[in-house]
């Protein structure tokens, strides 16, 4: 079974910056889409960036131009840079690895972002 592995949560100011990571228990090339979701208290879960196995990248509207969703192959391991924040940034990221047979997630990072 997939174990993914968010880090990189926190606390910070309007404006700033955080890197999130989520680390695969097996070769991420074993994945179609690899994605970054989001969950905010009180309201559904939604797509924030998702990177397909050619590299092709799609982001939701509010954070392109703010968030980059990247890959290193080596050590299978997706990012979410995420700069400019807002407090409606604040949310639980949540890592997905979409295998074309199972969809895995992580448990979790906590994003809070203060005004």
């Known amino acids: 079974q997939v174990q993914l592995v968010e880090s990189g949560g926190g606390l910070v100011q309007a404006g700033g910056s955080l890197r999130l990571s989520c680390a695969s228990s097996?070769?991420?090339?074993?994945?179609?889409?690899m994605a970054w979701y989001r969950q905010a208290p009180g309201k559904e879960r939604e797509l924030v960036a998702s990177?397909?196995?050619?590299?092709?990248?799609n982001y939701r509207g509010s954070v392109k131009g703010r968030f980059t969703i990247s890959r290193d192959n080596a050590r299978n391991t997706v990012y979410l840079q995420m700069n400019s924040l807002k407090p409606e940034d604040t949310a639980v990221y949540y890592c997905?690895?979409?295998?074309?047979?199972?969809?895995?997630r992580g448990q979790g990072t906590q994003v809070t972002v203060s005004s």
């Open positions: 997905n690895a979409d295998s074309g047979r199972r969809v895995s």
């Open positions: 990177m397909a196995k050619s590299g092709y990248t």
């Open positions: 097996t070769s991420i090339f074993n994945f179609n889409v």
